[in-house]
């Protein structure tokens, strides 16, 4: 036992060796950084504000001598992260300069790579709690393992608004102030009463009861998921029995998020009161840059809601194993800490980024304000927002647990099952999809 | 002398075998190989749970058990069944009409080959581009419902895919469209096989075109109409795309319209080989009987 591991450390030694000797660089300098990610988003903002960045095609860059390569796949349909999986399981046998170096996560799937071997610590690359120490405490829960250590950052925050129609406000409600809208829509029994009242007057409240979904699933108090066994908190139920209540009524249907019918309401002849969702939904996501809709011609107008809640965001997780460590403990240090440089996302990409001083500043200084909101400067309600978002309550499996939810009652609402028989339909689509699970 | 002409005959033999090393090194690599690894997974626990692998452990006949205790697996089968029936029966009926004109020399269509031609292009659609055209017509603020508000026949829009009789009409429709033209140009063929000496034989004996077809075109075609029907069963017991892509995957309302190999997919999401293995066997099983059959009857053909 003993000679083979002093034969281990012999073949080790000598190969570090052969290896220093033959590129003449340390470990931590690889010529290839590889990045995985599902959309431009985080491609763009590295372009546009990363020093030292510049462009070569479509999906390579290069930041001095070295080549970053980005593998974007999209989403849909589990697509990304199979990939990434795929991808991170043959991490070990990979040649240096095809390991992961950087990939993206979301919140609703960050435990599922945050707790595991595959994703650093923010620490070993060198970046401490004093360098963070700025940024929105919900942004650094998320990524932070089960044994409590921080292995991604984010450079956005993404505290979630309600979106209304100003123009409808001031018919029906008599005001488009976001204080007196506010009144209407202060909790949920006084949001499906004034759902009656848009009702009355031709419109839905919301375009679709999946709108409210994320408002009432970011306020849960248990997981989804304790000891392998599912759980349905009180405050999803609610989510069930007011969505109910409007479906019944006609106050909103029951279309899928991103569906046409679901975008039906970005256009005044939709006839939609209000939206849900954070600063890049009504900034890249309702057709404000199509003429005639509602954000193009300034008529939307931002107030809290009932409860606060967030919807996104992208975070930066380094691979175990990769072989650029300097690298990309710069890029986490300059995207996600340095105040100038997020301020330029700001205002060029009108994001929330993960910066509280910096973010407090602006809110406080009226010459910025949102075309689309009507002249408004919402910051100060993000502010708000971001403060209060508690993440305690977050399972690796909440993504298909949110998903198959929202499907299963899907038939509940539209008269298809009673409750008992869509929560079944819910327990069996949650048991298919992680097999481990009970209830 | 004798060794040489010995060698000949191998030769060809080689040449034999050097021809079939394609078919048989695909067969075996993309069928084969497949087939016995499906079938040795289905008595495996062999699932990933996030980036975890679980298994692979042989648990024997477990996964079958577990399928076969839940009674989800026949509500499936039956949904394949139902949407495959209601697809089959107007495509079959529709198939022996258009075969019989088309193969009638006496009603001298015009543009034979046109019509054949247009019948047969919904199969040449990609079938996934097919479900998501009929997706967005019949989506709840799709055109078919403007269209019918607009014409008064409805008040507000029919949500064709939160029925559970809309949506499987919607899938057998698909299907039917897909397949009337395959199934057509067969029977027009089976059809044109007949002897034509036969039917001017009833035709001098006066019988009626409708009793024609009755006694001799459909006894005639009887191989060829159980040869379609079985492969269109198989086809039918494999129905996935159409109703996958148009329900999103969920076969809705209440997995109304989800079909078995549907359910197979959702075992695929956390890479659970082992129950998917199983179903795969059970269908394979099912699909094998059936494929019997076929070779039964087209063996009582050729008596």
Not at chain 1, 146 to 161: D, T, Y
Not at chain 2, 69 to 79: E, L, R, T
Not at chain 2, 242 to 249: A, D, F, H, K, S
Request: glycine residues 8%; aromatic residues 12%.
């Amino acid at each position: 036992m003993k000679k083979k591991v002093l034969g281990a450390l012999l073949v080790t030694t000598m190969l570090a060796s052969m290896l220093a000797g033959c590129g003449g660089k340390s470990a931590s300098n690889g010529k290839v950084l590889n990045i995985y990610c599902w959309n431009e988003e985080f491609k763009s903002r590295i372009t546009d504000h990363y020093p030292n960045y510049t462009e070569v095609d479509a999906t390579t860059g290069k930041i001095g001598e070295v080549t970053v390569k980005w593998n974007i796949t999209p989403n849909e349909n589990n697509a990304y992260q199979n990939n990434l999986d795929a991808t991170l399981l043959k991490q070990e046998d990979a040649a240096a300069d095809d390991k992961v170096d950087i990939f993206l996560v979301e919140a609703d799937y960050a435990l599922k790579y945050v707790d595991t071997e595959y994703t650093m610590a923010v620490k070993d690359l060198g970046i401490t709690d004093q360098d963070v120490a700025n940024q929105y405490k919900y942004t650094k829960d998320i990524v932070t393992d089960s044994k409590g250590v921080l292995k991604g950052l984010s450079w956005q925050g993404c505290p979630a608004v309600l979106f209304y129609n100003r123009e409808v406000a001031k018919e029906v409600l008599g005001s488009d102030d976001p204080a007196v809208v506010q009144e209407s829509v202060k909790d949920w029994d006084t949001f499906v009463a004034t759902a009656a009242t848009m009702d009355a007057a031709g419109y839905d409240m919301v375009s679709s009861v999946n709108d409210t979904y994320r408002v009432y699933s970011n306020n849960v108090s248990t997981k989804w998921v304790v000891d392998n066994k599912i759980q349905i908190d009180d405050n999803i139920m609610k989510w069930v029995d007011d969505s109910k209540k409007l479906v019944d009524a006609g106050y909103a249907g029951t279309h899928e998020l991103w569906s046409d019918d679901w975008s039906k309401g970005f256009y005044p002849e939709g006839k939609v009161f209000c939206y849900f969702g954070p600063a890049w939904l009504v900034n890249f996501s309702m057709a404000a840059d199509q003429p005639g809709s509602v954000g193009n011609l300034g008529q939307w107008g931002a107030t809290v809601g009932p409860q606060g809640f967030f919807w996104g965001g992208t975070w930066i997780c380094a691979a175990t194993g990769t072989d650029n460590v300097e690298l990309i403990k710069d890029i986490m240090l300059q995207m996600t800490t340095n105040e100038e440089l997020m301020t330029g996302i700001v205002k060029k990409d009108d994001d929330f980024v993960n910066n509280k001083p910096a973010m407090e500043a602006m809110a406080a200084d009226t010459s910025y304000s949102s075309a689309i909101l009507g002249g408004q400067n919402p910051l100060a309600m993000y502010c708000e927002g971001a403060e209060s978002i508690d993440l305690s309550n977050l399972s690796a499996f909440d993504q298909g647990c949110n998903e198959e939810f929202q499907k299963a009652m899907k038939n509940y609402f539209e008269g298809n099952a009673d409750l008992n028989a869509a929560l079944d339909l819910f327990y069996k689509a949650v048991e298919e999809k992680y097999p481990e699970l009970t209830h | 002398m004798k060794k040489a002409k010995r060698g000949k005959v191998v030769s060809y033999n080689k040449w034999g075998y050097i021809f079939l090393i394609p078919f048989i090194t695909v067969y075996v690599v993309f069928q084969l190989i497949p087939l016995v690894s499906t079938i040795v997974n289905s008595f495996f626990e062999n699932y990933r749970s996030g980036l975890t692998q679980i298994g692979p452990t042989f648990i024997g006949l477990a996964n079958y058990k577990e399928i076969f205790a839940n009674p989800d697996i026949w509500i499936y089968a039956q949904n394949t069944l139902i949407m495959w029936v209601m697809g089959f029966v107007p495509q079959i009926l529709v198939s022996l009409l258009l075969g019989a004109w088309f193969s009638d020399p006496s009603l001298r269509l015009k543009g034979q080959g046109f019509f054949k031609t247009v019948i047969y292009l919904p199969n040449l659609i990609m079938a996934s581009a097919f479900s998501m055209l009929f997706f967005t017509l019949f989506s709840d603020g799709g055109p078919i419902n403007s269209i019918l508000i607009q014409m008064g026949i409805l008040d507000e829009p029919f949500k064709f895919l939160s029925h559970v009789w809309s949506t499987r009409t919607l899938v057998a429709l698909m299907n039917f469209l897909m397949w009337f033209g395959n199934t057509t140009i067969l029977l027009m063929a089976g059809m044109m096989g007949i002897d034509t000496s036969l039917f001017e034989a009833a035709q001098v004996d006066g019988a009626t075109p409708t009793k024609i077809f009755y006694k001799i075109t459909l006894p005639l075609l009887k191989p060829i109409l159980i040869y379609v029907m079985i492969t269109s069963l198989v086809g039918g017991l494999q129905m996935f795309d159409v109703p996958q892509i148009l329900t999103n995957g969920n076969g809705e309302p209440m997995r109304s319209s989800m079909t078995l190999i549907m359910y197979l997919n959702k075992h695929l999401y956390s890479k659970n080989y082992g129950m998917g293995g199983a179903l795969s066997v059970i269908l394979f099983v099912i699909t094998g009987v059936l494929s019997l059959v076929v070779f039964k009857f087209s063996n009582n053909k050729e008596k």
